[in-house]
C-alpha cells in the first residue's frame, strides 16, 4: 500500500485553499484538511482508491479528489457545479504536481448523466468520494441535499464514501438498500460548520457527521 504520512497529508490538504464566498446560497462546507486526510485515508485502507478510477462529486476546490491521487488514485474526476471552484480545484492540482491525472469539469449533479462523467474519466468508474450539501438549510434541502448526490454516485460505482449528517443514518440506510448498496457507517466526527450556518449566536458550530462506505450488494 503507498504509504503516506497521516500529518503530512493532513497539511497538504489544509493548503487547498476555501471555496471563495459563495456568491449563491448553496451550501459549501469544505472538508477541512486533517478531516480529509482521515476520510481519504480509511477508504485507502479498504483498497477503495489505490490504482482506481475515482469521481469527486461536488469536488469544491478539490480536496478529496485531489488527496485521493496522493494516496494513489489512478485517475479522478471532480464535478462541481461553481464554475469558480472548478479553476481553483485545477489550479491545485497544477500545484500539487498531479494534474496529469486529474480533471474537473463543471456541472449540476442533479442533471449530469453518468456517461458525461465517465467519458472524462475515460473509464468505468470504481469509486466516488464526496462531501455533498448535508441540506443542513431550507435552501439545500429543497434542491434535494445529499439524495441527489447518491443517486448519481449509485449509478456511477459500486463504491461510494461519502459524508453525511449523522442525524439521517436511518434515511441513508434504506436509501441504499433500495438502490442495491449495503451501508457501512465508518466513523463519526465533529464537523465544523461556519459561522453562517448558526441561526443565533450560542449554536454550536458542529455538526455530528458520519463517514459512510457504501458497496454495491453484488460486489464480492
Ligand atoms: N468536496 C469539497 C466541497 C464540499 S462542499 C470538500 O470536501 O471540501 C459541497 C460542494 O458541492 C460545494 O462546492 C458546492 O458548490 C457543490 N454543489 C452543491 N450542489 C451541487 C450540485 N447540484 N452539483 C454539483 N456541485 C454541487
Known amino acids: 500500500m503507498k504509504s503516506v504520512d497521516r500529518k503530512h497529508l493532513a497539511m497538504a490538504l489544509s493548503r487547498i485553499p476555501d471555496p471563495p464566498e459563495p456568491e449563491t446560497m448553496r451550501e459549501q462546507v469544505r472538508t477541512p484538511g486533517d478531516l480529509a486526510a482521515d476520510f481519504l485515508l480509511l477508504a485507502q485502507a479498504a483498497g477503495d482508491l489505490e490504482g482506481k478510477n475515482v469521481v469527486d462529486l461536488g469536488a469544491g476546490t478539490g480536496v478529496l479528489g485531489i488527496g485521493a491521487l496522493i494516496l494513489g488514485a489512478r485517475r479522478v474526476v471532480g464535478v462541481e457545479v ?115 450556518f448558526a441561526h443565533h449566536k450560542a449554536q454550536r458550530l458542529t455538526k455530528q457527521v458520519v463517514w459512510a462506505r457504501f458497496v454495491k450488494s453484488d460486489r464480492s
Not at 117 to 142: C, E, I, Q, W
Open 82 to 196: 461553481e464554475p469558480r471552484l472548478v479553476e481553483i480545484a485545477k489550479q491545485v492540482a497544477r500545484d500539487t504536481g498531479v494534474s496529469d491525472d486529474y480533471e474537473a469539469i463543471t456541472g449540476d449533479v442533479s442533471r449530469l448523466a453518468p456517461c458525461t462523467v465517465t467519458d472524462v474519466l475515460g473509464a468505468g468508474a470504481d469509486t466516488v468520494v464526496m462531501n455533498p450539501p448535508f441540506g443542513a438549510d431550507r435552501r439545500s434541502r429543497a434542491a434535494g441535499g445529499d439524495r441527489v448526490f447518491l443517486s448519481l454516485a449509485f449509478s456511477l460505482a459500486p463504491c461510494v464514501w461519502s459524508m453525511h449528517l449523522a442525524s439521517t443514518e436511518p434515511f441513508l440506510r434504506a436509501y441504499a438498500r433500495d438502490a442495491g448498496y449495503g451501508y457501512e457507517a465508518v466513523r463519526t466526527v465533529e464537523f465544523p460548520l461556519p459561522a453562517r
